[in-house]
């Protein structure tokens, strides 16, 4: 649910990046906001057990520039992606303007990443969206390990309407900022064509 | 789902009950929030605070306390209080959909707080109303019917 405020003539979104433990949401932030220029950037916030694994969401909010007149600012959540943490999930996908599914492409992670993809097609369902209907996309990421599984088949399962997909390596970047920039597009173009 | 929209009007009948609020229960600072965690308004001594992260801070919290009270079946616990060595924190939701958050001190009291926070939570709610009944008229103009494609592409150019 986006905010539109005509007095401070300011546009906020907010995007969720999902997907199974370990894949790699909380690394695709920090590229962000180690490669963002500082007035675009607010501090990112990590809300993490003592062994950095994401307890309940990561934040950061980012200004993508000006659209007429008006500040287009993006606020980035994580998930946690540990199965238990299910109820956490569901709260932060409330208000969801659009998701970025963070795939683990090693072939052993097959299985989470679809227990996953179900759980957040599940919780958006839950909550009166439609992962259909709503601004996504997929990045497969860790493409740079040698287990991986060919995309064709990873697109088979976790990405069946064929939204935009990228691959990636989030700790070098590859592929961080063109997923970014995807679905900040595809947000602007449903926040336009829903008016 | 309607998205939030804030106008002109609205937004300094907000800015001034925030600011009573602010002068009223001697507070050192007011935050209105939306529950997904956007700033709406702010009044007091913020200049020293990060205002975006504490936004999506609280309105995580509400959100976790919003959850356990469905657990417990109860429909929401509308207040938080939290006290520390030097500042307290009054965190209450107004009209279902925005969170009011006080930070006060030793120069005032939660009694203080509660009892101003009752009568800004009326006024501030029948903003929300009168602003839900504007965004919902088909006829309210929309700065996304002058956005182009064009623009939106010309944002995300290298």
């Known amino acids: 649910m986006s905010f539109i405020n005509y007095s401070s003539r300011e546009i906020?979104?907010?995007?969720?990046?999902?997907?199974?433990?370990?894949?790699?949401?909380?690394?695709?932030?920090?590229?962000?906001?180690?490669?963002?220029?500082?007035?675009?950037?607010?501090?990112?916030?990590?809300?993490?057990?003592?062994?950095?694994?994401?307890?309940?969401?990561?934040?950061?909010?980012?200004?993508?520039?000006?659209?007429?007149?008006?500040?287009?600012?993006?606020?980035?959540?994580?998930?946690?992606?540990?199965?238990?943490?299910?109820?956490?999930?569901?709260?932060?996908?409330?208000?969801?303007?659009?998701?970025?599914?963070?795939?683990?492409?090693?072939?052993?992670?097959?299985?989470?990443?679809?227990?996953?993809?179900?759980?957040?097609?599940?919780?958006?369902?839950?909550?009166?969206?439609?992962?259909?209907?709503?601004?996504?996309?997929?990045?497969?990421?860790?493409?740079?390990?040698p287990n991986v599984a060919p995309i064709a088949e990873l697109r088979d399962l976790i990405n069946p309407e064929q939204v935009p997909e990228f691959e990636a390596v989030a700790t070098t970047g590859y592929g961080v900022f063109d997923t970014l920039k995807a679905v900040a597009k595809l947000v602007l173009t449903e926040l336009k064509r829903g008016r | 789902m309607t998205d939030m929209v804030m106008y002109e009007e609205e937004y300094r009948q907000i800015q001034e009950v925030c600011a009573r609020l602010h002068r009223d229960a001697n507070a050192s600072a007011v935050l209105l929030i939306d529950k997904n965690g956007q700033l709406i308004s702010e009044a007091g001594d913020t200049g020293h605070l990060d205002t975006t992260s504490l936004s999506s801070l609280t309105a995580?919290?509400?959100?976790?306390?919003?959850?356990?009270?469905?657990?417990?079946?109860?429909?929401?616990?509308?207040?938080?209080?939290?006290?520390?060595e030097q500042i307290n924190v009054h965190i209450s939701i107004v009209a279902?959909?925005?969170?009011?958050?006080?930070?006060?001190?030793?120069?005032?009291?939660?009694?203080?707080?509660?009892?101003?926070v009752r009568r800004a939570s009326d006024e501030l709610s029948s903003v929300f109303d009168s602003l839900l009944a504007k965004v919902q008229q088909p006829s309210t103009p929309s700065i996304f019917s002058e956005i182009t494609d064009e623009d939106i592409d010309n944002l995300f150019k290298d």
């Open chain 2, 60 to 84: 995580g919290n509400v959100a976790a306390t919003g959850g356990i009270a469905s657990l417990l079946k109860e429909k929401e616990f509308t207040g938080q209080f939290h006290e520390g």
């Open chain 1, 12 to 145: 906020n979104c907010k995007i969720v990046y999902y997907g199974p433990g370990l894949c790699g949401k909380t690394t695709n932030l920090q590229y962000i906001y180690a490669r963002t220029n500082p007035d675009a950037k607010g501090k990112m916030i990590s809300l993490a057990t003592e062994t950095e694994r994401t307890l309940f969401f990561d934040f950061l909010p980012l200004s993508l520039g000006e659209i007429r007149g008006f500040k287009t600012r993006f606020h980035l959540y994580t998930v946690p992606g540990q199965v238990f943490y299910d109820a956490s999930r569901k709260l932060i996908l409330k208000g969801v303007d659009g998701v970025v599914f963070v795939a683990d492409s090693q072939i052993e992670r097959t299985e989470a990443n679809i227990e996953s993809f179900d759980n957040l097609e599940h919780n958006l369902y839950e909550q009166g969206y439609d992962l259909a209907k709503i601004p996504y996309v997929v990045q497969y990421n860790k493409r740079d390990l």
């Open chain 2, 96 to 116: 279902q959909r925005v969170i009011l958050v006080i930070l006060f001190d030793e120069r005032s009291s939660l009694g203080l707080v509660r009892l101003r």
